[in-house]
């Protein structure tokens, strides 16, 4: 367990915001957790964090931040078809995804290159290119810091949605490790628009799990601003969700309007093209803009305070109700 006073989560958030943290308590073993009892004081503010690849500190924080760096990896059970693994929350994701592809443990490779890391996957239920994390996910592993005990829950009882669990409900569970089962035959999953042209395009009609790793890292490069260099954190926005007959009124104005089936007769609208569509696309307000490749990602240019972030985020959203009567809602954890 390493214990930090006072120190700046410059490096702790992908959006690269310099703010405080009262406390960072970092884990590297389970039982180390039960040490914790003794630390946590009454009414602490407390957060748990994975690589802040999804998280916008407004402030400083004035409390107890605890953080995995348990990176182990272990082999469950396995049998002709599946492998069921086992991985510390530590663990960066795409080390995880790209070990595990090496390995010929296949699924995971439509969600490459997304920043965080293992424990943070099942928390917003991470999802790209046709695939989240819970079509791998069997089992999650949590500390249950009010009761000090350990409990496990099983997929099903995860209440997994679109960038959604029970996680977010469940605040006092922190999560040190998660149960993947991946395949051991390559069945891939092109079906996505993007991926779909970029097979077309060059000519490859039945890429292996490696080809499908490598085409989604060149679509995401070659959009989404790479945080080391650009403070972000990936989409800011939901993708929203309307009413059918919304989306047929929109679609009278707007023809063009890239939409997709959701359950419950409902339609979702990438907030993107939204976005661009009201003409905040390459928009900055100081050093927070709206980036130029993709509208839903939003960045820090610099020294950009988070609060400019989050009063930017808001105008946007004001003027995406204004202009087409839908609300947006943030995927990125405003603090
Ligand atoms: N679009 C625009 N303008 C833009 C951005 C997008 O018109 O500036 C249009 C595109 O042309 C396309 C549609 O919107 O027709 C969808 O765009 P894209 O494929 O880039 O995906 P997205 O809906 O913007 C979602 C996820 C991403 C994920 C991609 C690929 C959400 C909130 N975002 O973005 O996830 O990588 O699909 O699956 O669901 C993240 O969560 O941080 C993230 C990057």
Redesign the pocket.
């Known amino acids: 367990m390493k214990i930090q006073h006072h120190i700046s989560l410059k490096d702790y958030n992908s959006f690269g915001v310099d703010v405080n943290a009262r406390e960072l308590i970092e884990i590297e073993k389970p039982e180390e957790l039960l040490e914790l009892k003794d630390k946590i004081g009454e009414n602490e503010q407390l957060l748990f964090l994975g690589e802040g690849s999804n998280i916008l500190f407004t402030k400083n924080f004035n409390g107890l931040i605890i953080k995995s760096t348990d990176e182990h990896i272990e082999v469950l059970e396995e049998n002709e078809d599946t492998i069921l693994i086992a991985a510390g929350a530590g663990l960066n994701w795409d080390n995880f995804v790209e070990f595990c592809l090496n390995q010929g443990w296949h699924g995971l490779e439509n969600l490459s290159l997304i920043p965080g890391s293992i424990g943070s996957s099942p928390v917003q239920n991470?999802?790209?290119?046709?695939i989240e994390a819970c079509d791998f996910i069997e089992e999650v592993f949590a500390y249950d810091i009010t009761k000090s005990e350990f409990i496990s829950i099983f997929k099903r009882e995860c209440e997994f949605g679109y960038?959604n669990s029970i996680f977010k409900k469940r605040k006092e569970l922190f999560i040190y490790k998660v149960n993947f089962r991946l395949k051991k035959k390559p069945e891939v999953n092109i079906s996505?628009?993007?991926l779909k042209k970029y097979f077309n395009e060059s000519g490859i009609y039945n890429p292996s799990p490696a080809e499908v790793r490598k085409a989604v890292i060149e679509i995401?490069r070659s959009?989404?601003p790479d945080h080391t260099k650009i403070g972000n954190?990936?989409?800011f926005?939901?993708?929203p969700v309307i009413e059918h007959d919304k989306f047929l009124e929109l679609l009278l104005k707007h023809p063009d309007i890239?939409h997709y089936e959701a359950e419950n007769n409902m339609v979702k609208i990438?907030?993107?093209?939204l976005?661009?569509k009201a003409g905040w696309?390459g928009k900055t307000r100081g050093e927070a803009g709206v980036h130029k490749?993709?509208?839903?990602v939003l960045i820090n240019l610099g020294g950009a305070k988070g609060s400019e972030i989050a009063d930017l985020s808001e105008e946007i959203r004001l003027d995406i109700n204004k202009n087409f009567g839908i609300l947006l809602y943030p995927?990125v954890n405003i603090l």
């Open positions: 991470i999802g790209a290119y046709g960038r996505y628009t993007a995401r959009k989404l954190a990936g989409s926005f939901k993708n890239p990438p907030a993107g093209w976005i661009e696309k490749d993709q509208a839903l995927e």
